[in-house]
Structures are given as C-alpha cells and as structure tokens.
C-alpha cells in the first residue's frame, strides 16, 4: 500500500511510504527484489514502479504471476491495480488479455506463466519492464528466459523488479543469499538496497562487489566482455506498511495465529525455515482429558493403504482420526486407529469403525486419482450406507493440508482424549514430516480440515 492524493487542482499524487517501499523504487539495479513478511506493501510498490514511465508512448511492462486466477484473486495485482491507475486516467482492457492503457499510449499488462513452456509464448517479445509477483512461485528456467526477453526500444533502459515471501527450498533463496544472514535466516540490515553485480557462465553465477571486478571475464564465442548485470534485495516487514497497520490492525492477528513455519516467513521473515519434525506438531501444545465434554460435531478422517505388514517390509497404515469441534470452538481428538491390512482387511475396519462411532460421525474418505481410486471410494461409500460418509481428492502438499491443525494445536485449542493410542499418535505427529510414515497426519489433516469446512466435502460418484 502507498500513499495517494489529489494535488491542489491538479493530477493525482502518488508517492510510495517512507522506508523500504521508497528504497525499492529508487534503486537504480537491474534487477531490485523486495521481499521478506507478508503485508509489506510489496504488491502496492511494483504497481507503483511502471508509472515513471507511462509519458512514453512506446514504453510496455508486463506482470507475471504464475497462474491467472491469482493475478485475479482479491486484493491481488489487478484489484489492486484497479485502486490506482484510473486516477492517471488509464483505460482498462479486460479482454483478450488485461491490460492498462494511459493517454500517451503505454502499456501495463498482466500475465502468467502457469506452465514451464508458457514462457514460450513470449518468444521474439520486447518488455522494457517486467515485474514477477511472488517471485519464487516462478522456476529458475522461467526467470532466465524471461530475463532475455527484458529488451527495449522505447529510450527506457530494460530492467526487472520482482517481489516475494520467504521460501528456503527456492531458486531465490540461493540467489538472494548474500543478503541473508545464513545462521539466523534472517536479512542481514546493513546490506538492505546494497548492489551487486553478476555475470552467468553456462549455469554458474559469479558475484563480484563491482562490474569492473567482473571485466576480465569474456564470452568465448567471439571474445568480448560479458556484460554484469546489477542486481539488489530490499527486506520488507509488516511494519513497515504504517497504512497497512493503521487500516486493518487485525491482520497482525491473523500473522501471529499461522503455524511456526508459516509464521516465521509471514511475519518475521524468515529464508531458512522448513517444515521439520517437531515445529509442526508438539504434544504438549495440548491438553489432554479424562472425558468429552457435550455438545460436539463429530468428524472421522481415514488415510488409506492396502498392505499386510510381514517380516522385511514396512509399510504405510491405514489410519483414522476422529475429531470434534465443541460448542465454544475448540477441539478434541477423541480416537485413533491404525493398522495394516489387506484390501479386505481395510473395508471391515472403516466399517466396524463407523459402526462404533455412530450415525452421528461423519466420516471423510481420500479418493485417489484415476479409475482405482474412484472404484474403491465408491465401494466404501456403499459399505457405509446410512453414514455420512464423502470423499473428495487431496488437494495441496501434506505440510499445507496439516498446516490449519498445527496451527490451532499450537494456540491451545486441541484437546486429546487420554487412551491408550495417544502415545504412538503423538510420536508420529510430532516425526511429521520428517518421519518416514506419514498416514497419521494424513487422516489428521483430513478429519479436521473436513470437519471444518464440510461443505467443500461432496458426495463421492457413485
């Protein structure tokens, strides 16, 4: 977010928040990334960065986020863009692409490269200015290739400005890490804005504090110098974006409420952080109870597998988590089965399962992809008939569908029933996903996520 304002009787004024926002626009490197917290007023300042240019008619910059439902999304590039640009009198074009248009005839457009080969379609193209959304959604391949397409012809020097959050097993990690502090993963302060200059040699970057330290390395085709490119990392945090703060003091809140690792990038970011075994799940992070309180909605989640466990082999299980959500919001994991057994083996168990919690449970069932997975779904569900029972595919990496447990785990909001199965349940949380097993997670992540958010939980075709 920036600042914006009618000037006395004349244009609009657009001026970016003092700080980091300001730094990313004045830097005059190549390539400038801005990246670190959530909440930054990164979006607001690459929107900002083409208007420097919109006075010259020949001058175009492009976009890119990776696919187009998140250039679409609320509150992404083009939302966002729609707040800014009408007030410099820009027309927009919505079809066959979006696309701002200003009165001296330059162009702002917004793409995707959802696919590796998408980065094709802009073969012979010419972008003074391209801009990347979330850089390290983006692979390597699609940023080096787009990099040769940053030509110009309109009297603007060609250049990049790209924007993301913390992600320690990206490209961008490696590439941006001289500013990262590589202990604490955090950026490194006195190095904020400061350029640096590289050359790329077959798939090696060589760095060097200055172009000239770079001269003596020539291209052996025809024996010239390379030339260097300047690149800098400009960290942003939360607090940098005082309207940001000032208009919606909750989203701080919503930061402090994600899961350690999401937490960690979001809010302090952080480059080094990974999902690892001990930061997603820990048993002390809940109660544990003698009896169920009254009043709960009932939810049963299954991780499937088909595998007898013998002597040399060591198979994934067939779990299943019962949760509930109690009438004040929290929650209770009241059961947990696992085993390994045959096809037929699995049927019984769900079904005796089923039979022992009750009409009242319904029950979450994974379909896998491909005519297997949805015959077996579709014997389960006729096995269970007069449950509630659904199935629906997995949607998202196993971290990602854990991360809304982990997370309400870690506020203190999931209470445990004491059994005899807590002990194995717990160790294996708390291996996640480190462990080599990760069925109990799995049918946690199901229970819950369907427990709270049944309505994307359809019937299964049968």
């Not at 707040?83 to 079809?95: F, V």
């Not at 990974?274 to 009254?294: I, K, N, S, T, Y």
């Not at 699995?346 to 039979?355: C, G, M, P, S, Y």
Request: glycine share 10%.
């Amino acid at each position: 977010m920036a600042g914006a304002e009618q000037g006395q009787g004349g244009p609009t004024i657009v001026r970016p928040q003092a700080g980091p926002q300001t730094t990313f626009l004045a830097s005059p490197a190549d390539i400038a990334i801005y990246g670190g917290a959530a909440g930054g007023g990164k979006t607001w300042a690459l929107l900002m960065e083409p208007l420097r240019h919109v006075a010259n008619p020949g001058f175009g910059a492009v976009f890119f986020r990776r696919n187009l439902t998140q250039v679409r999304n609320e509150g992404g590039l083009w939302d966002e863009s729609e707040k800014l640009y009408p007030g410099l009198n820009a027309q927009p074009r919505s079809a066959p692409d979006l696309s701002w248009t200003f009165p001296a005839g330059s162009t702002v457009s917004f793409a995707h490269l959802e696919h590796e080969k998408t980065i094709y379609n802009w073969q012979g193209a010419q972008i003074p200015l391209i801009c990347f959304d979330e850089l390290t959604h983006f692979s390597a391949k699609q940023f080096w290739y787009m990099l040769s397409r940053n030509r110009s012809m309109c009297g603007v020097r060609p250049y990049v400005r790209a924007t993301c959050n913390p992600d320690a097993d990206s490209w961008v990690a490696e590439f941006i890490s001289w500013w990262i502090d590589q202990e604490t993963g955090f950026a490194i302060p006195e190095r904020a804005g400061v350029i640096r200059w590289f050359i790329r040699i077959g798939d090696t970057i060589i760095w060097a504090d200055s172009k000239e330290e770079l001269a003596h390395h020539v291209n052996p085709i025809d024996g010239e110098p390379i030339p260097p490119k300047s690149v800098t990392f400009i960290p942003a945090k939360l607090s940098d974006n005082a309207l940001l703060m000032a208009a919606d003091p909750g989203y701080l809140a919503n930061l402090m409420a994600q899961p350690t690792v999401e937490r960690e990038r979001l809010l302090g970011g952080n480059w080094k952080i990974r999902p690892a075994a001990g930061l997603l799940f820990q048993r002390g992070w809940c109660e544990v109870v003698d009896a169920v309180p009254a009043g709960v909605t009932w939810m049963r989640g299954w991780d499937l597998a088909s595998t007898p466990k013998v002597e040399g082999n060591d198979p994934d299980g067939t779990a299943g988590t019962k949760i509930g959500k109690l009438p004040e919001g929290r929650y209770i994991v009241a059961h947990h089965v696992k085993d390994f057994l045959s096809p037929a083996g699995v049927e019984r168990l769900i079904k005796n399962t089923a039979d022992a919690d009750g009409i009242a449970t319904k029950i979450s069932l994974p379909q896998d992809p491909g005519q297997a997975g949805k015959s077996q779904v579709t014997n389960l569900v006729k096995l269970l008939i007069g449950f509630d029972a659904r199935a629906t595919p997995e949607s998202g990496d196993k971290v990602t569908r854990f991360s809304p447990f982990s997370a309400q785990a870690e506020a203190g909001n999931v209470l445990v029933l004491r059994a005899p199965w807590n002990e194995a349940w717990f160790s294996a949380l708390e291996g996640f996903p480190e462990a080599s097993h990760d069925d109990d997670a799995d049918s946690t992540s199901r229970a819950f996520n369907a427990l709270i958010d049944a309505s994307t939980y359809t019937l299964a075709n049968i």
